[in-house]
């Protein structure tokens, strides 16, 4: 089948931006002859991806003027190139299949700073997502959870016969529990200065403020244990609390150079009290090697959490005595039970393959056709 796959930029950078390229390459690798129609892209990505590249002019102008530009001629030119099916990853609104990678940008813009809320790309932003969710010029919409699937219909009305919910798969080979998890564990908290007779707990973001940091940090005031801190730096204000309340000795943020598979390897509990994920990989990985998470129900990765036997549930993360109760309850059982939901988290990632996730996508592509837009 002749696929177009259409997103602004197609470099190594967004989550979205890396499931494209390796959904791309295993189109190709599946049979599919596959069209990227983007502005952007890298030699690296683009001599590596055998499919044909369709490069549209890119404008210097605003980001803004960027979309609207891209959103005006990518489906122009899926119609030109001849394709049986397009797919949109990003701000465009008409293509045959759009997936959903970022959850519902209304309820997402409600935690952006005021300024943000009102600025011309937000905005715009919000303009895009009405039209993709409230028009008839996209057949099929993919989430990558129930959660997004059914906040996109309660903020649009959109008529739930048009989604489809398709869960992300996750690299089970490359994130797998270690073959001597106590040997890990231990020199990684050599590493890091960190007490291994203590239990520890990981917190992975690049968004500290929308991954609630802050409550996280209040709630180490009531938890006898590590937290490492990995991904994005800390500012003056965090390290200020930190130093303030006495928590410098529990508190490491850890060094770019570390592997995360080793963090997910090592650490004993992932905490995660989101306040909007669309779906976070973080989790996935972290089951997948083994890592039970709590894990807040503001993140589509929630599905597949079960409580007390795969990883836990966070239903208020703002709230640091929650937090703080359910960090607790996770330190509070024995190493059978933590054993147990370690051993069902990985159980749970080892369905999420990328085999049955393109199965998945050939069954929504070999649905009847019905293009709705005109070109």
Not at 51 to 68: D, I, N, Q, Y
Not at 148 to 174: I, K
Not at 275 to 280: K, T
Request: overall charge positive.
């Amino acid at each position: 089948m002749k696929l177009a796959l259409l997103h602004h930029q197609i470099i190594r950078g967004t989550g979205v931006e890396t499931f494209l390229i390796e959904f791309a390459r295993r189109l190709v690798a599946a049979g599919h002859e596959i069209t990227c129609i983007t502005t952007l892209t890298t030699p690296e990505i683009g001599a590596s991806l055998p499919v044909r590249w369709e490069l549209l002019p890119r404008v210097r102008a605003s980001a803004t003027m960027r979309m609207w530009h891209f959103n005006r001629l990518a489906p122009r030119a899926a119609v030109q190139a001849g394709v049986n099916l397009s797919i949109g990853f990003g701000r465009t609104c008409a293509q045959d299949i759009h997936r959903n990678g970022t959850g519902c940008h209304r309820l997402y813009g409600n935690l952006l700073p005021l300024w943000q809320r009102f600025s011309v790309r937000h905005l715009y932003e919000l303009h895009l997502e009405r039209r993709l969710y409230t028009g008839r010029t996209t057949r099929s919409l993919v989430t990558s959870s129930a959660r997004v699937a059914a906040q996109l219909q309660g903020v649009y009305r959109s008529s739930g016969e048009r989604f489809h919910v398709l869960a992300p798969p996750v690299e089970t080979e490359l994130f797998k529990p270690a073959e001597n998890r106590a040997a890990t564990r231990d020199l990684l908290c050599r590493k890091l200065e960190t007490d291994a007779a203590k239990p520890v707990l990981l917190f992975v973001s690049l968004s500290h403020r929308r991954r609630g940091l802050e409550p996280l940090l209040e709630a180490m005031r009531q938890v006898d244990a590590t937290l490492w801190i990995a991904g994005k730096g800390l500012n003056a204000r965090q390290y200020d609390f930190i130093q303030r309340h006495g928590l410098a000795a529990k508190v490491r943020v850890v060094p770019v150079t570390t592997s995360l598979v080793e963090l997910y390897q090592s650490a004993d509990w992932l905490v995660h009290p989101t306040q909007y994920d669309a779906f976070s990989m973080t989790v996935l990985q972290g089951m997948a090697c083994g890592l039970p998470g709590i894990v807040s129900v503001m993140d589509g990765a929630v599905d597949h959490v079960r409580n007390d036997e795969n990883g836990l549930m966070l239903y208020h993360p703002a709230q640091p005595p929650e937090l703080a109760a359910r960090i607790q309850h996770a330190l509070a059982l024995g190493q059978r039970a933590w054993q147990s939901i370690s051993e069902v988290a990985r159980d749970t990632a080892l369905t999420l393959t990328w085999e049955r996730h393109l199965q998945e996508w050939q069954a929504l592509l070999d649905e009847p056709k019905e293009r709705l837009f005109d070109p």
